[in-house]
């Protein structure tokens, strides 16, 4: 079965050849607002979150991953029937890598933590990537078509994790 990368970045940062990578290998890429346009000027094909889920994005954009198939797709758990069935049955698909990080700046982001915190209760099936650092070694084990060990799947998603507490103490503190 195909896999799918869902990006939706704030930093940029060695974005291109993680996308580069993942397309070479034959990933399909899904990916909002900004993170899509930039990925396109670069050439990348990219599925846009809007075509993904059927539903446009609203309010200024702040609504656009919360969405049942975002987060259907990011929650399914491939070896569970009941999961297949359901998904299958609303025509959800199969997230399979979150990458996504979360402003900076202290600006309240609901949807990013919603898809790091779904991607973390799925670590078995989905890899949070949360840091543009680990870019390197997520692109070596795609280009080496290696499955992400437990041992990088535990560290992302504590690093993940990390983020969004981060993120929660940075808004708590501008309130």
Same mark, same amino acid.
Request: one cysteine or more; a negative charge; glycine letters at 6%.
């Given at each position: 079965?195909? @896999? #799918?990368?869902?990006?939706?970045? $704030?930093?940029?940062?060695?974005?291109?050849?993680?996308? =580069?990578?993942?397309?070479?290998?034959?990933?399909? /890429?899904? $990916? #909002?607002?900004?993170?899509? =346009?930039?990925?396109?000027? &670069? !050439?990348?094909?990219?599925?846009? /979150? +809007?075509?993904? #889920?059927?539903?446009? +994005?609203?309010?200024?954009? &702040? %609504?656009? =991953?919360?969405?049942? @198939?975002?987060?259907?797709?990011?929650?399914?758990?491939?070896?569970?029937?009941?999961?297949?069935? !359901?998904? !299958?049955?609303?025509?959800?698909? &199969?997230?399979?890598?979150? %990458?996504?990080?979360?402003? $900076?700046?202290?600006?309240?982001?609901?949807?990013?933590?919603?898809?790091? &915190?779904?991607?973390?209760?799925?670590?078995? $099936?989905?890899?949070? %990537? %949360?840091?543009?650092?680990?870019? #390197? +070694?997520?692109?070596?084990?795609?280009?080496?078509?290696? !499955?992400?060990? +437990?041992?990088?799947?535990?560290?992302?998603?504590?690093?993940?994790?990390?983020?969004?507490?981060?993120?929660?103490?940075?808004?708590?503190?501008?309130?």
């Amino acid at each position: 079965m195909k @896999k #799918t990368a869902l990006i939706s970045v $704030s930093d940029k940062t060695a974005l291109e050849a993680l996308a =580069t990578s993942l397309q070479d290998k034959g990933w399909d /890429i899904v $990916s #909002t607002g900004g993170t899509a =346009t930039y990925l396109e000027e &670069r !050439d990348i094909n990219v599925i846009k /979150i +809007e075509d993904f #889920t059927g539903f446009p +994005e609203i309010l200024g954009g &702040r %609504v656009k =991953t919360l969405h049942p @198939k975002i987060h259907g797709a990011i929650l399914r758990r491939p070896h569970i029937q009941v999961d297949t069935r !359901d998904c !299958d049955d609303l025509q959800i698909g &199969r997230i399979d890598m979150v %990458v996504c990080n979360l402003y $900076s700046s202290g600006e309240m982001d609901i949807g990013g933590p919603s898809m790091i &915190r779904s991607a973390i209760k799925n670590i078995f $099936s989905v890899l949070p %990537v %949360v840091d543009h650092n680990d870019y #390197t +070694e997520v692109i070596s084990c795609v280009i080496k078509g290696k !499955d992400f060990k +437990e041992e990088l799947r535990n560290r992302y998603a504590k690093k993940a994790l990390l983020a969004c507490l981060q993120h929660d103490l940075a808004n708590l503190a501008n309130m």
